[in-house]
């Protein structure tokens, strides 16, 4: 079945320090690959987005790149501020086998510190 | 953009009651809408895809006589825990979207069962 796998977390960075969350997939058809965020004490905002293999989501600085031959979904930021502190998603929705089904990883909690 | 609101935002009941959580999309219509449960510091687990008019379609090992959901109409998903115990105390997040790309988040209903 279609899973989604980050890495653990809590991070910490200092302001200004360079992010990566790695995010991998499983899936049997042609997922959509997202980006969700939920600060606290908030709902979950959908951060970016790719549908297709080499496609890249950005938005408010973060970037993502859909890896086919790695299964892979990377969230980076060159320069994180103390508002990105938040709990990071990644998730795959595969039309062809679950149309509008989204299937979430654990999330990565991210602590920015001035 | 598109807003989903949920109510009640947080919920304390007695156990053996019943909790109803209701899901609107305000300014769109919803032909589906998802319910999901948090729990703390984990991800987001899909209990159930809800359709306006039929049956809501539940995942493998979520209890359809207890946790009920009706789709009355396309703005509106209710969410019922019948004779709820303590360990359904969790974070109730539903979504609503048209297509995968527009699915919208609530901000989620904590309830507490004592």
């Known amino acids: 079945g279609n899973s989604v796998t980050q890495m653990e977390g809590p991070v910490t960075l200092s302001e200004e320090a360079f992010l990566t969350i790695n995010c991998t997939y499983t899936?049997?058809?042609?997922?959509?690959l997202f980006w969700y965020v939920q600060y606290p004490g908030e709902g979950l905002q959908l951060l970016l987005k790719?549908?297709?293999?080499?496609d890249k989501g950005s938005n408010k600085g973060f970037e993502a790149t859909y890896r086919k031959e790695t299964t892979s979904f990377h969230l980076e930021k060159g320069s994180v501020q103390v508002s990105d502190s938040a709990v990071y998603f990644c998730a795959l929705s595969d039309m062809e086998t679950s149309y509008d089904k989204v299937i979430f990883g654990p999330g990565t909690s991210l602590s920015v510190i001035p | 953009g598109a807003v989903v609101s949920q109510h009640p935002s947080r919920v304390i009941c007695k156990s053996g009651t019943s909790v109803k959580i209701e899901c609107r999309s305000l300014?769109?219509?919803?032909?589906?809408m998802f319910w999901y449960r948090q729990f703390p510091k984990q991800s987001l687990m899909l209990m159930a895809t809800s359709n306006e008019g039929s049956k809501a379609t539940y995942e493998q090992g979520v209890e359809k006589d207890k946790f009920l959901i009706n789709h009355a109409s396309l703005t509106l998903s209710t969410l019922t825990v019948t004779s709820a115990h303590p360990e359904d105390s969790s974070f109730y997040i539903c979504?609503?979207?048209?297509?995968?790309?527009?699915?919208?988040f609530g901000p989620g209903t904590r309830l507490l069962v004592l």
């Open positions: 899936a049997t058809g042609y997922p959509s």
């Open positions: 790719a549908t297709k293999a080499d």
């Open positions: 300014d769109f219509q919803a032909t589906t």
């Open positions: 979504s609503a979207g048209t297509g995968i790309e527009t699915q919208y």
